[in-house]
């Protein structure tokens, strides 16, 4: 079992930056991928980014590139998402999700999630 825990969210202004991150325990916690996914209101929830234990490949949604990098402190167990130049679209509930599979973008990939945390961006 891995349990996963986000925090860093919060409200900033369109423009500004912020740092989510995400705390992992339990089994071979630091060994696992790790994606970051946000659900806005009425919304599906997608991907955002990703990065594989050795942080040897990261790779991010479109609509991100540029703007949100993707790290981990394997030491620390912690995975870290720098948003940077956020805009109101950006306002959702960030998970953190982690599986020993693939590296990939879909939710059904994940096997194990957190219960997210709030990003707010005002315009």
């Known amino acids: 079992q891995v349990q996963l825990a986000e925090s860093g969210g919060g409200l900033v202004q369109a423009g500004g930056s912020l740092r989510v991150s995400c705390a992992a325990s339990g089994r071979s916690a630091s060994k696992r991928t790790v994606g970051w996914f946000r659900q806005a209101t009425g919304k599906e929830r997608e991907f955002v980014a990703g990065?594989?234990?050795?942080?040897?490949?990261?790779f991010y949604a479109d609509s991100v590139k540029g703007r949100f990098t993707i790290s981990r402190d394997n030491a620390r167990n912690t995975v870290y998402l720098q948003m940077n130049s956020l805009r109101p679209e950006d306002t959702a509930v960030y998970y953190c999700?982690?599986?020993?599979?693939?590296?990939?973008?879909?939710?059904?990939?994940?096997?194990?999630w957190g219960q997210g945390t709030q990003v707010t961006v005002s315009s």
């Open positions: 990065i594989t234990w050795s942080s040897s490949s990261t």
């Open positions: 999700a982690a599986t020993v599979g693939i590296p990939g973008t879909r939710e059904s990939e994940y096997d194990y």
